[in-house]
């Protein structure tokens, strides 16, 4: 059996075009380990956050069981001795006694735990993580500035794609910004700087809205506390490199659920939204004008973000400004999923830290496919079938230039997840369960695309009032997904049998390649075992047969399937003597 790695490389090569996909055979399924669950807690300035996660140690990866967020203000310390005070040391106990019951009543094996730029700064900081050990028994690794920038790089880099392109990761908490400069193989630049929206707002935002001069003082000095930051940043950079901008934690995920609100489709998830620098400034230029209470009463933040999302907008802001980026990038991961990233790489379970970044979207896919109980041997042959019709047809049934075939494998391993509900009409339940599942690495708009592709492999064509249809809004994703889910559609239509029979498939334009009037399809068999005959592929030229229809009205094409052995079929039914219907290749 070929080993997980080299299955996933694989299909990263097959799907980028390097070379075809092979044939996966059910006896090469991968088999489900027994899954290994671990905590992570995030003590943070403004925050605690709690996650649990249960880790697939075939495939190198992890999903969220459930995660909690606590507003527990531990950065609100003593103004005159700057230790952490008694009510915010006592609210702290209090979630991370919770935290410690709800993870062990999930079976975790361990619990890893990070605090950072509070306690980290309190003169009492490691008193306090001294209780926490001899009253709780939580064991806390008080994290520097730069190791806080590497475990959000790490929690960044589980959840998005970065290919060969750098991108700037800006993640600003309470009491401190992380700026990080990085790409899929590693961080080149890792900073933390002293200022955050709690720190700021406890500092220079006591009277608000804020005056003219206090706004313009605050930008200065969050420009002067970020200069060093952003000079080295800078500095790692490449010639001719335009880094993506990616924004983590509450301030970007309260300016993203803001704009999102406003929109006339709003995403089902914030992971992968875009806010143009010009949005930015104008939700900043709104926020700015209004009160706290004001700004308590907008619906898509909470109370406490309310309270300090001015400074951390203006940090966002100036960010920006400093290094040129036109446009945000929304990242739903952070520093506590970074944690459980980096408990896998200490017990050798993901091995090559590019490999598990450059491999992101196809485990995403599996880890969604095994969830839902997919077979993973029967998709494999689907998802080959598919690659290998759209190798052979650009230009006869898809212009798609390549960035679809990544989209068409996803929505092949994950077309029958639906069986999961129910089998009646399962292709609407896959559709639900890929829209509403996490598809890491994807953008929102593959990620429906993806679902509709999957959705429209059987039964009628795409309508104007189908919801899965309406969300497609670029006239060019749908027409990508139309062609590549008819492709969908003739490859799950040849996978008729538990065991595959078919070893290849070849489409044979009729007339002239600029103007077709069709195209016939050959099949070759798998080859027998020794002694056995050939595999009859009559069951699978039926089917075929049934999508001619449907090729006929999507695109105006002539199918001419392998039809000769069908069952029950009538030679004129068949094609074999009504002047213009199907006629079959088989190749023995």
Known sequence: MSSVRERF????DAVSGRRPCPMVQSSAVVRPVA???????????????????????????????????STTR??????DTGDLSADAIERAFRTLRHCRDLAASHGVEQIVTAATSAVREAPNGRDFLLALQEQLDLDVDLVSGPEEARLIYLGVVSGMAFGDTPHWILDIGGGSTELVLADGRDARALTSTRIGAVRLQREFCQQEPLSEQRRTFLQAYIQGALDPAVAQVKRALKSGECPVMV?????????????AAEDPKPPLKLGGYRLSRERIDQLVERLLLLTPEQRRALAPINDRRAEIIVPGSLILQTAMTMLGAKELVVCERALREGLIVDWMLRNDLLGDRFAFQSTIRERTVLHLARNYGVDAGRADRV????LSLYDQTYGLLHHDEGEGRLLLWAAAQLHTCGKHVNIAAYHKHTWYLIRHGEL?????????MVAAMARYHRRGLPKKRHESWQLIEGRQERRTVASLSLLLRLAAALDRRPEGVIAAIQVHPEGPRSNPSGFRVSLQPLPSAEGQATPDLSLECWSLQGCTDVVKEA???????PAGSAPGMTPIAAGMTEPGAATATVLG
């Open 440 to 448: 890491l690495g994807y953008s929102e708009s593959e990620h429906l």
């Open 555 to 561: 695109t105006g094409l002539q199918m001419r399937v």
């Open 247 to 259: 924004g983590t934690s509450g301030t970007a995920m309260a300016l993203a659920s803001l704009a």
């Open 35 to 69: 899954e290994r669950r671990v905590a992570a807690i995030d003590i943070g300035t403004n925050s605690i956050h709690l996650l649990i996660a249960a880790i697939d140690p075939a495939l190198h990866s992890f999903s969220v069981v459930l995660a909690e967020k």
């Open 383 to 386: 998802a080959t079938h598919a």
């Open 9 to 12: 490389q694989w299909q990263s």
């Open 74 to 79: 531990l950065g609100e310390r003593d103004p």
